[in-house]
């Protein structure tokens, strides 16, 4: 009886295993098949070998249980990704003190820190990289993207001009990306990556991204060949220099630890503060912070980025805006039925002119001409060079070229004073121009003769010599042939200078 049990459980098994089901096309399938599907797509089961033992309770300390729960803020998911060696010496200790007795500062910028930490941490674990370097740009700007240093390196990385040029941070007249958050960062990491890769220590790729690579790279070849050691501590460095990691290490100290320095850290949600928006028109940045209901304070300080009052689409085709935002900017774009998105737009000096004259084109103050493009006294327009001027009975967005290449190139105005010589035997229009180093139309237009004129022996000649001026007795003297070239420099806002790089 046994037996036909068994043969009958058998016969239902066999026909349990042949049924079908339909699948959500209305195409069969088999039981079998999807099992077989599935048990492919699913990843190689981990079967032990020989006898099973019982895990002893000393082994579970060391076992890595992965947490399903994220971390409760981005501290801690800092602190979670530490990687680097920590230093314990004198110079840290130095600095923890430092920045111990200043909890105002620290509160500072830790608060400012709240906007781009997580975007950095979210690039940092994505190329595997320590979590410590997250903290870097207090040390570098105290997290201040429009900081300047004295040397002109510029954002919250400290990119010199060159070193931004070789990592494709664009630099002219409408956008510095030194100070963009996005391109900035990407290039920080692009950098440190590659210094960690020719010194295989983070320590030494720390320092050269504030020493320079080159200054690195000798300092260790004179210890090789003096045979010395070759790490951070044993090279000779600047103090600047030697003092660097150890800030870092000591903020890092500071973070996973805020209540042995009694620092209070702001509370940072592990979440995006901002999210990035395509542009598709040339737009105000008062209007698309408007739009975006940002006070235009906080706008700015997304898009530090941004030299003039326009944004050019061409140019600067995504804008951050916090994370909410984002949502009420792409609603209240589609509703805007105004028209007019860009009140400015580029123009491009026909030949080189005085500001007045270029004021007198495009139809502006000279004043307003002066301070929406950052022009100081005494300096000519060069042929070429782009401005921000009025958008008039234009819809035509700046083009791309424009926009990625635009440059505004200054020349020192030649000062000039009246003057009256006396024409020798012979003298003519073209020889007295030619003398002075004048053009001949100039000689002649002052004088109201023709540019092919005569003069008479002893005739008086009138003409507008540039002048220098005296640093011994402050007066001004003709001189021919001799432009001015003292220039005043341009007054440049500089909101925060931090240490001098040297990269």
Known sequence: MKKYKLLALTALLALAGCATTMGPAGTQA???????????????????????????????????????????????????????????????????????????????????????????????????????????????????????SSARAAGMWQFMPATGKDFDLKQ???????????????AALDYLQRLHGMFGDWHLALAAYNWGEGNVGRAIQRNQRAGLGTSYWDLNMPDETRNYVPKLQAVKNIVGNPEQFRAELPAIDNHPYFQSVTLTRDMDVELAAKLADVPLDDFKALNPQLNRPVILAAGTPQILLPWDNATVFKRNFDAYNDGKYASWTAWSAPSTMSVSEAARRVGMSEGDLRAVNTIPPRMLIKSGSVLIVPRKGTHVDVTSHLADNGQLSLAPEMVTRRTVVRAGKRDTVASIAHRYKLSASQVADWNDVGAASVFKAGQQVILHLPVRGSARTGTIRARAGSPVRAATKAPVRRPVIVQQKRR
């Open 30 to 148: 088999t039981v079998q098949d999807g099992e077989r599907k599935a048990a492919e797509a699913a990843p190689p089961s981990v079967i032990p070998s020989g006898p099973l033992s019982a895990i002893q309770p000393s082994e579970l300390s060391s076992q890595t249980v992965t947490s399903l729960q994220p971390p409760p803020d981005l501290w801690q998911r800092i602190r979670n990704g530490y990687k680097m060696p920590n230093l314990e010496n004198d110079h840290v200790r130095r600095q923890e003190q430092w920045y111990a007795t200043r909890p105002d500062y620290i509160q500072r910028m830790t608060d400012r820190s709240r906007k781009y930490l997580f975007h950095i941490v979210e690039e940092l674990e994505r190329r595997n990289m320590p979590s410590e370097l997250a903290l870097l740009p207090f040390i570098e700007s105290a997290f201040n993207p429009q900081a300047v």
């Open 172 to 186: 002219n007249f409408f956008r510095d990306d030194r100070r963009n958050v996005l391109a900035s960062t990407r």
